[in-house]
């Protein structure tokens, strides 16, 4: 069973006048909401729109990327096409309420002095508007290298989520030294449900232990199931994305043939 989720006993705002604005989000999506994971996301919000491919429309969505280069927001349009557009339509700045173990280990990443010293956190109002009409979410955006944001947030703090986001993370020329796929191993811990996945996959299984073993968990064993081929997604920065349901066994631990064939099937094979 999902644990709570406090939303202030892990962020505050910045400045004080702003915190109301927590309560509000916390009134809105409640103590056990959907939250959707999107690691390296730079300044795609595209995901707020393709989870509709999914049973479940998360109430929050957490964005995670260490390149600084994404530090320049500003409220107004970041994204306009000739079927989309998205806006900021409010920037609130955060910050963690007890110190976290901000780490850009030069062993995960490509370009360490891109990262900003400390961790930067921003709430965002997005607008997305498409021909399918108008979408409104709340984006919290962590400035934290992915590997460090899983093991010092989501595991430290136990936050469940519903779906996890895994495209274009950047591996080889983008910047990651280091794939987020390890993180399929935790997703029985995270209560997953839903994936949007990418074929590229780079695991690092004895990161995996040590990472378990730090957090004292058991992986939970979880099959993924690819039952309606129309919800995949043909194009998604130049990746054919699978929509993948994850039913999870709490009573279980995921053996290594459980997770290898697990990324067998994410890989396409």
Not at 76 to 99: A, P, Q
Not at 137 to 144: E, R, T
Not at 147 to 154: A, G, K, P, R, S
């Amino acid at each position: 069973m999902p644990q709570k989720f406090k939303l202030k006993s892990i962020l505050k705002a910045v400045h004080s006048q702003d915190e109301f604005l927590l309560d509000d989000l916390q009134t809105q999506i409640g103590e056990q909401p959907n939250i959707a994971w999107y690691p390296s996301a730079g300044l795609d919000f595209r995901d707020l729109m393709e989870v509709n491919r999914t049973q479940i429309d998360p109430d929050v969505f957490f964005h995670t990327d260490y390149n600084s280069n994404w530090l320049q927001l500003n409220c107004g349009v970041v994204f306009k096409d000739e079927s989309t557009s998205v806006s900021i339509e409010r920037i609130t700045e955060l910050k963690f309420r007890s110190k976290v173990n901000y780490i850009i280990n030069p062993e995960y990443v490509d370009f360490p002095n891109d990262a900003p010293q400390v961790p930067k956190i921003f709430l965002l109002d997005v607008k997305l508007e498409s021909k399918f009409g108008e979408i409104n979410k709340p984006v919290i955006y962590f400035f934290m290298e992915n590997i460090n944001f899983l093991d010092e947030v989501l595991l430290h703090f136990k936050i469940s989520l519903s779906h996890l986001i895994k495209v274009r993370e950047g591996c080889g020329m983008g910047g990651n030294r280091k794939s987020i796929s390890l993180a399929y191993a935790f997703l029985g811990n995270l209560n997953v449900q839903f994936l949007l996945v990418d074929n590229e996959e780079h695991t690092d299984k004895e990161l995996i232990k040590t990472i378990a073993l730090k957090h004292k968990i058991a992986l939970r064993k979880y099959e993924l199931r690819n039952a309606a081929q129309r919800r995949n997604i043909a194009n998604w920065s130049d990746f054919a994305v699978k929509v993948l349901d994850a039913q999870i066994f709490n009573d279980q631990q995921l053996s290594d043939l459980d997770f290898d064939q697990i990324l067998a099937m994410i890989k396409g094979q």
